[in-house]
Nanobody
C-alpha cells in the first residue's frame, strides 16, 4: 500500500504564495504519475496539476502560469502556488498512481492523501 502525507497548507492573503509538499511511503512496486487535486466547499474535486515519473507536468487552465508542480524524486512532489486568489481556497489532495508490491501482483492502485487546507483571504 501507498501512504501519502501532505504538508504546507495554511492561510494566506490574496496575491500571496504557499508551497505544498507530498511524500509517499509504504510497500509498493512502483509509483508512476503523482498530482494535486482540490475540492472547494460544495464543489467536486478537480485536477490542479499532475507530473509524470519523468517529470513532465500538466496543469489545469485555472492555475497555469501561477502554480508550478515539481518532483524531488519518485516519492516526493511539491506544488508552488503564487498569485493566489480567493477561488483557490480548497482542500488540496495529493494523489499517486502506483503498482502494488510484487507479492500483491503489481496491481494498479490509486492512493490519496488526507488533504491539506488552503485558505486565501481577501
Amino acid at each position: 500500500q501507498v501512504q501519502l502525507v501532505e504538508s504546507g497548507g495554511g492561510l494566506v492573503q490574496v496575491g500571496g504564495s504557499l508551497r505544498l509538499s507530498c511524500a509517499a511511503s509504504g510497500v509498493f512496486y512502483r509509483i508512476n504519475d503523482m498530482g494535486w487535486y482540490r475540492q472547494a466547499p460544495g464543489k467536486q474535486r478537480e485536477l490542479v496539476a499532475t507530473i509524470t515519473r519523468d517529470g513532465n507536468p500538466n496543469y489545469a487552465d485555472s492555475v497555469k502560469g501561477r502554480f508550478t508542480i515539481s518532483r524531488d524524486n519518485v516519492k516526493t512532489i511539491n506544488l508552488q502556488m503564487n498569485s493566489l486568489k480567493p477561488e483557490d481556497t480548497a482542500v488540496y489532495y495529493c494523489k499517486a498512481d502506483a503498482l502494488s508490491a510484487l507479492s500483491s501482483g503489481r496491481k494498479p492502485l490509486n492512493a490519496w492523501g488526507q488533504g491539506t487546507l488552503v485558505t486565501v483571504s481577501s
